[in-house]
């Protein structure tokens, strides 16, 4: 296990990718909460979290998840989760989560799935 | 080709004669004069001091780095002086009782570190070596004597003893910020230890003709954990019990835990319907924490109410993992409670709810994630390998049919075997039914 997080912010058509990579937990999450606050979404736009390269997520990483969805709805925005690990994908059922929080395969499909609000 | 012998006549003519057996330097005059260098010459500004008494201390010759040291002129010493007077009177003292009479043994002194007083008041500490010389008949004939300016490695030793000792006092500070943190360690354990005593019952109010078991497994000794259960009674023939996981550790979570736990309890009184308790629990902690650090939790919570033969359960899930159920016959199952949403995120979520009947010999185990999240060493060497469900229920159906207690201590063993893998939280709780004693009517 890693112990640490990295995030990757990138600007896409749809809005920001935060490439999650290493641990997500209570000595980490705060980390991706801090991201959060300075991500500005707008109306339509999308969050997308990339979990390819996260090797590990517990409960306070859950709760950072949630605080992402919040912020994104705070916005009017949708957040969308990629990549989870078979393990994560478990608890994200487990928690009830997966049927609140949008689960696609690749960051790709995520974007091919987000519709542009209309002007 | 000329020779230099003039001075060296000159140094025997000056007294003691150190040139004895020494036919005369025979170094060509440039070359003398290149090195600026003849026995005289070194003899009198050489880098340390030099002294020729007579046996009874009288001084017979001093070279003029030593006259420089001292501060004095050379008839103040020669023939007035003993090598004694020019020592301080602890030097003094130490030089009639020691040095004298081991140089009268020995023939010689070796670096002998003594203080000599200077002309204007002033001490000079220095290193002191001897040689005695002797006439024909071993009888001594003067004692030469070499000084070395130790002021320098005095200063040297000074800043050495002063470093040896600024290094003893930071040794010191050291132990004694380690000893405080020690305390300070210890307390905060304490009040940890205090903290999650009083996040859990300190009794378990079964009914009557259940038997009901619970073990508490603290990861770390500086930080309370989130896991909280409780069994207790609510009206006539009713009686309540949850067990969960508060998302977080630490204070934070602590003070969630504390709110889950009275909640419930509260809620239950209010309303005993499960789904009902945990609505409940729902809207206090979305009230509550609503902002951008969310806090949650996992619970399962169940209503008992007594049977014909047992009791029956009636469970509501929100997002914990399936309890356990240990039969009679010897078998082990899930529960499957699938599809509730943890506590406090959402302000409409859905809970899983199912009814359970415990008959005799049956028991129910409900636990947290620390228990099937343990590390263990994987098969084929895979890395980062988890007890997982399959094992829990493999492991629990060698001990079924069991007691809330049998089981609990049955775990207790396997949670010791953990070692290390364990390392987050674990709460068990174990409910079952007691097989009534076979009658013996012999």
Known sequence: MTRTLTITATEVPSGTVLALAGDLHLHTAGQLRDILKKTDLDAGQQLIIDMKALDFCDSSGIAALVAAYRHAQKSRATLALTAPSARLARLLALSGLDRFLALYPTTAEAQAAWTPPSP | MTFTSGHVHDAASSGEGFDEGNPGFTVPETAADLLDDNAEDLYDNAPCGYLSTYPDGQIAKVNKTLLGWLGRAREDLVGRLRFAD????????????????????????????????????????????STVKYGRGGRPLLIRTTIFDATSRHSYERELLRVQREAEKARAEAEQARALAEVERARLQRVVTTLQRTLLPPTLSAPEGMEVSAYYHVASADQVGGDFYDVFPLSEGRW????????????????????????LRAAAVYDPDPVAVLNNLNI?????????????????????????????????????????????????????????????????PHFATTTVHLAPGDALLLYTDGLVEARVDGADGESDARYGDAALRDHTATLAPTTASDLVEGLTGLLTRFGDGLDDDTALLALSVPTPPERDDQ
């Open chain 2, 86 to 129: 020019l020592l301080t009177v602890g030097g003094k003292l130490y030089h009639e009782t020691h040095l004298a009479p081991m140089l009268a043994v020995q023939g010689r002194l070796d670096g002998v570190a003594l203080e000599l007083r200077t002309a204007d008041g002033g001490r000079l500490p220095v290193l002191v070596s």
């Open chain 2, 240 to 263: 309540g019990f949850f067990l969960g996981d508060v998302c977080g550790k630490g204070a934070d979570a602590a003070a969630v835990t504390s709110l889950v736990r009275y909640t």
């Open chain 2, 284 to 348: 206090v902690l979305n009230h509550e924490y609503n902002g951008d650090d969310p806090r949650f939790c996992t619970v399962v919570f169940g209503i008992i109410t007594p049977a014909s033969s047992g009791f029956t359960l009636g469970l509501a899930v929100g997002g914990h993992l399936d309890p356990l159920l240990l039969r009679a016959d010897g078998t082990a199952d899930y529960i499957s409670t699938r599809g509730g949403l943890i506590v406090g995120v959402f302000p409409d």
